[in-house]
Nanobody, 125 residues
Framework: QVQLVESGGGLVQAGGSLRLSCAAS????????MGWFRQAPGKEREFVAA???????TYADSVKDRFTISRDNAKNTVYLQMNSLKPEDTAVYYC???????????????????WGQGTQVTVSS
């Protein structure tokens, strides 16, 4: 059974940093794209960042130059380093993985099949 488990969320002041982790089990995701999405109250889930097996990454404009996605295939884990956090970054953050092999980072929510349960990130002003 495939599981994605996020951790590292919490409460932080504006300008602070957090590092989210997503540990995968039940399958080796080294050849698949991994992504982070977020959902704020009353809003739709939105793309944050993604990385393909090649290591190529892509980011939403709202987080570019502040967030960094990385992966450790040996640990079957993907990370999201979040710096210079803003109150508008407050959301539940979800880790996701594609069900197909791809070197490209995928931005569409419809490309992802496996999802974690989410971790809350709250940024106070």
């Amino acid at each position: 059974q495939v599981q994605l488990v996020e951790s590292g969320g919490g409460l932080v002041q504006a300008g602070g940093s957090l590092r989210l982790s997503c540990a995968a089990s039940g399958r080796t995701f080294g050849s698949y794209a991994m992504g982070w999405f977020r959902q704020a109250p009353g809003k739709e889930r939105e793309f944050v960042a993604a990385v393909g097996w090649s290591g190529y990454s892509t980011y939403a404009d709202s987080v570019k130059d502040r967030f960094t996605i990385s992966r450790d295939n040996a640990k079957n884990t993907v990370y999201l380093q979040m710096n210079s956090l803003k109150p508008e970054d407050t959301a539940v953050y979800y880790c996701a993985a594609t069900s197909f092999v791809t070197a490209q980072p995928m931005r569409s929510i419809n490309d992802y099949y496996y999802w974690g349960q989410g971790t809350q990130v709250t940024v106070s002003s």
